[in-house]
């Protein structure tokens, strides 16, 4: 669904404050915006209070590059799902006449990236993807718990400055039977109040959907929300009327369990869920929220983050 | 230059002990990596020494994705000189009719992203990149001093666990006159000495080149060893007869000065210069130096590491 004119609006004159308080990089691409140096220092602290509120679970940390296998991208299905905002790589493996013709195409305003074929690895599009592979097989009898980060990416040009191309999800993930995901989402959902409360955000919880691309798409749309199994905690970042979504709360069902063969210790078929943290996206509401100056936020604010 | 075969053999032996012992994790794509938690947390600390090291200098400091706009790379010269490490990407920009395509191509096990149209965006090939973009036109006086750090790509896929597709350089870059270039270059040298010796690695430091492409890359081999133009500090990794570099001093000269219309403020085209400390090299080199019981390094690294 396209935004709202007026988000759009809002949205742009709210990018062009944050470049002149030096807090993102324009970098000529809608969407592809470097960090300044204080934001990039506040996003560690909100990484490091994610880190907190997770600490007791005692997760696995996995951490991947902005990378993926290109085989377990289409084991994932994400391209059923999301074609419009995959990216995959290419890369040129000719000889010194290709090269010569290479740069004839640069030189001439080509698109001389169109013949180069593609490699082995996509971008990764969610943390969690290469979690799934690295944990297949038959679980301990408590299923896993993992801990990842990574870059993302997402070709969604946009000058929403919370709607990045490469943004950063750190994720927790639980992998484990039915009943022990529902009591781990329980928990998450709890503590996604709490981390909002500890930083003073405006946020609440929606069911919500993912951009599930096409016609086929409409359907998929209606029984996520139908089985409620997207949440997402949203906070203003460019529009109060219209606020963004900071965290996201998924429930899997048995789709990745299935799809890369991860079964519980009596040999059923792994649910999965996971929790990610959009860490600019939090980054920004903190700074829509409580102002450009720092110093100024409230001191609970303040105390949370360690300033 | 291919690599020995016995340096292949030592480096497939060493990758698969770092897997055992869970520092690295396996994605099934040669050179494309996962770290675990402790392998993370080391780099983490190698990078918060990198900070102590230049923290007299006040350098802004940039946090770039790990994504380019396409025309800054294009406007960098890389493809004339290493189009076989660049990676460009692609996205699906079809209907619904040419999504059903591509999941059938998917299905059939054809190159799928064969056809997918280019992006605005390539991988970033190297830190600094995306800096000298932003610091174009007229510098201060003492010119700029730049920190930056972000996901690197390189499409070499390799058994060699020290050369990742997709890994994190830290950089300082200087962007100055010849003179206050060529300074801060021996401020440098002498630091890259003492952090080494501070994290007591066997490193050296040798004059070195790029790998430049094909015939006439030869001929750049030789230019810019006789000039001097890069430096690398080398540490025993996967062998100790062949080193593997884990920090690298280039100085461009007026090359991205010129590319990118950087001038000094009495209007001579800037000379730039970088250092960059590659973050999974040195983390891999304290590894191997100091062993996989990381409660077992000497008291006199730990300590630096804050361990």
């Known amino acids: 669904m396209a935004p709202d004119p007026r988000f759009l609006e809002a949205a742009r004159a709210y990018r062009d404050e944050l470049v002149a308080a030096g807090l993102l990089i324009p970098t000529g691409v809608p969407g592809v915006m470097g ?41 994932s299905e994400y391209l059923k799902s999301f074609p419009q905002l995959a990216g995959t790589v290419h890369s040129f493996n000719g000889d010194d006449a ?52 990574s870059f993302c990416f997402r070709h969604e040009p946009s000058d929403d400055p919370a709607r990045l191309q490469a943004f950063r999800q750190r994720e927790h993930v639980r992998i484990a039977s039915p009943e022990q995901v529902a009591s781990w989402r329980n928990t998450w959902f709890e503590r996604a109040d709490q981390f909002t409360a500890a930083l003073q955000l405006d946020a609440r919880v929606e069911v919500a959907n993912d951009p599930f691309f096409g016609r086929g798409g409409k359907l998929l749309v209606v029984n996520q929300r139908d089985q409620q199994l997207k949440f997402e905690v949203v906070a203003p970042i460019a529009s109060s009327e219209w606020p963004t979504a900071i965290i996201s709360l998924n429930y899997h069902q048995d789709h990745f369990g299935h799809l890369f063969g991860i079964t519980t210790d009596d040999g059923a078929t792994a649910h999965t869920s996971c929790i990610g943290f959009g860490l600019e996206r939090i980054t920004l509401a903190l700074y829509r929220k409580h102002g450009f100056a720092r110093e100024r936020w409230p001191d609970g604010t303040r105390k949370v983050l360690g300033l």
């Open 98 to 149: 290709a090269h010569r013709a290479l740069l004839h195409g640069v030189e001439a305003g080509t698109d001389w990236a169109r013949d180069l074929p593609s490699t082995d690895v996509v971008l990764t599009p969610a943390a969690c993807y290469p979690v799934y592979p690295a944990v297949a097989g038959v679980l301990p009898a408590n299923g896993r718990i993992v801990d990842v980060l």
């Open 35 to 75: 960090r300044g140096g204080e934001f990039e220092d506040t996003l560690d602290r909100v990484d490091a209070l994610v880190t907190r509120f997770g600490a007791s679970d005692g997760a696995t940390v996995m951490r991947f590059p902005p990378i993926l296998n290109k085989l377990t991208f289409e084991k």
